[in-house]
């Protein structure tokens, strides 16, 4: 064995080490982390059983035949209406989810009002899912400001998230914005706020779709 792996280890180089290990492990996890977030991007989604495919713009799609049910996605609305997306088969619906203490969300906000504006008295449905805004006040006040033309569910815990099976399009950032085609299956979703040519490229296809 050669000397470099034997030399005894001074009384400083052992204190170094020691400090030096709990900023090793959260780097670690930073990476791990990273890694877990960025690692489907472009490529298949998840593991060799999904049948979605993330595109370099980050909108991740599903063709028609391979494409899994929505979960049920209902509730109560901010302004305290009952929603059940399950009354919009037959239209492509396009859930939005969002907070009001969200950036990103507030960047995307004016596309989605402009687009749904838009294709009003088309085969399509915009619904919020304002997700982790304990108190209503915030979000309906958001809702105001941007003059937002469609409902929201308000899912303070993001439960409705959590309805989404693994590996099929399930949203797990905030904003994401998931389309389902008009037989209420899950078609596309992007995890990153959205331009208003991103937003049409998404739900064009689908508008088409016989």
């Not at 899912?129 to 409902?151: H, M, S, T």
């Not at 099976?165 to 950032?173: Q, Y």
């Not at 078609?187 to 208003?196: C, I, K, P």
Request: net charge positive; glycine share 10%.
């Amino acid at each position: 064995m050669s000397a470099a792996f034997c030399a005894p280890r001074s009384p400083n180089r052992s204190l170094r080490s020691r400090r030096r290990a709990p900023l090793l492990a959260a780097g670690a996890a930073v990476a791990a982390l990273a890694l877990s977030a960025c690692g489907s991007g472009g490529t298949s989604g998840g593991s060799g059983q999904t049948n979605f495919v993330t595109g370099k713009e980050g909108i991740s799609t599903v063709k028609r035949g391979d494409r899994h049910d929505a979960p049920k996605i209902d509730g109560n609305t901010l302004e305290g209406e009952k929603l059940d997306v399950d009354d919009y088969k037959g239209k492509v619906v396009v859930l939005n989810v969002w907070g009001s203490w969200c950036a990103p969300c507030r960047v995307e906000t004016p596309n989605f009002v402009k687009v749904a504006n838009d294709t009003k008295g088309k085969d399509i449905q915009f619904i919020g899912i304002n997700a982790r805004d304990p108190q209503k006040g915030p979000a309906i006040a958001f809702e105001k400001d941007y003059n937002v033309p469609y409902p929201s569910l308000h899912d303070p815990m993001g439960k409705l998230m959590l309805r989404f099976p693994k590996g099929t399009l399930n949203p797990v950032l905030i904003p994401a914005t998931v389309v389902l085609d008009k037989n209420g299956k899950l078609a596309a979703r992007s995890q990153q706020a959205l331009s208003e040519a991103k937003l049409r490229k998404m739900i064009d296809p689908l508008l088409a779709e016989k």
